[in-house]
C-alpha cells in the first residue's frame, strides 16, 4: 500500500526556518516524481515545488529562493527546507506522488503537515 | 502561464441529483487536465485523469469530458460522501509546473 506521510510542520516566526519531511513507503521512491503542494487557510491547492527523479528541481515563483526541495532515496524521503518564512507561507503542506499516463497527476497524496508563521 | 477558472464557485445539489462543475484553461492544455476531490482534513483524492479516464476505484458516477480549454466533471448522482471541494489541474511541460483550478465547493441543498 503506498503511503506518503508528512511531518516537521509548527510554529515559526516571520524570517524563520523550518524544514518539512514526507515519508514515503509502499512503492519504488526512486522511481517517481515528488512534489509539495500547499492549501493556505481558506483557499485552493498551491503547487509549491517538485523534484524528478535525476534530482532535477522546480519552484513556484513564490518561493523561489526560499525553499529548498529535495529527496534521499535511501531513506525513502522527501524534504522542503523552507526560509526567510513568511505570513503568506501559513498553509497545510502535503506531498504527493506524481505520476505519468499519457499526461502528468497526482495518484497519491498525503495527509498534509501545517506550516504557522506568525509571532 | 496558463490560469485555470472553475465555475460556479459553489454549486448546492440535492443528493440523488446530477452535477455538473465546469474548468476552463486560458490556452488550449489538450487532454493534459485532471481532477480531484478535497474533504476537509484529508488528503486530496485523484478522480480523473487525461480529462477523461477515471482513476482507479473511482465509480462510474463520475466522469469527466473536454478538451483544449474547455473541460467537465459530471457526477451523475450524488451520495452523501461526495459532497467536497473539486479542483482541477493541468500540466504544462515548460516550465514543468501543475496548476490548480480555485475549486468549486459542492454543498446539501
Known amino acids: 500500500e503506498v503511503q506518503l506521510v508528512e511531518s516537521g510542520g509548527g510554529l515559526v516566526q516571520p524570517g524563520g526556518s523550518l524544514r518539512l519531511s514526507c515519508a514515503a513507503s509502499g512503492f519504488s521512491f526512486s522511481n517517481y516524481d515528488m512534489h509539495w503542494v500547499r492549501q493556505a487557510p481558506g483557499k485552493g491547492l498551491e503547487w509549491v515545488s517538485a523534484?524528478?527523479?535525476?534530482?532535477?528541481?522546480y519552484y513556484a515563483d513564490s518561493v523561489k529562493g526560499r525553499f529548498t526541495i529535495s529527496r534521499e532515496s535511501a531513506r525513502n524521503s522527501l524534504y522542503l527546507q523552507m526560509n526567510s518564512l513568511r505570513a503568506g507561507d501559513t498553509a497545510v503542506y502535503f506531498c504527493a506522488r506524481a505520476k505519468y499516463s499519457s499526461t502528468w497527476y497526482y495518484d497519491y497524496w498525503g495527509q498534509g503537515a501545517l506550516v504557522t508563521v506568525s509571532s | 502561464e496558463i490560469v485555470m477558472t472553475q465555475s460556479p464557485a459553489t454549486l448546492s445539489v440535492s443528493p440523488g441529483e446530477r452535477a455538473t462543475l465546469s474548468c476552463r484553461a486560458s490556452q488550449s492544455v489538450s487532454t493534459n487536465l485532471a481532477w480531484y476531490q478535497h474533504k476537509p482534513g484529508q488528503a486530496p483524492r485523484l478522480l480523473i485523469y487525461?480529462?477523461?479516464t477515471r482513476a482507479t476505484g473511482i465509480p462510474a458516477t463520475f466522469s469527466g469530458s473536454g478538451s483544449g480549454t474547455e473541460f467537465t466533471l459530471t457526477i451523475s448522482s450524488l451520495q452523501s460522501e461526495d459532497f467536497a471541494v473539486y479542483y482541477c489541474q493541468q500540466y504544462s511541460s515548460w516550465p514543468p509546473i501543475f496548476t490548480f483550478g480555485p475549486g468549486t465547493k459542492v454543498d446539501i441543498k
Open positions: 487525461g480529462a477523461s
Open positions: 523534484v524528478g527523479t535525476a534530482d532535477d528541481s
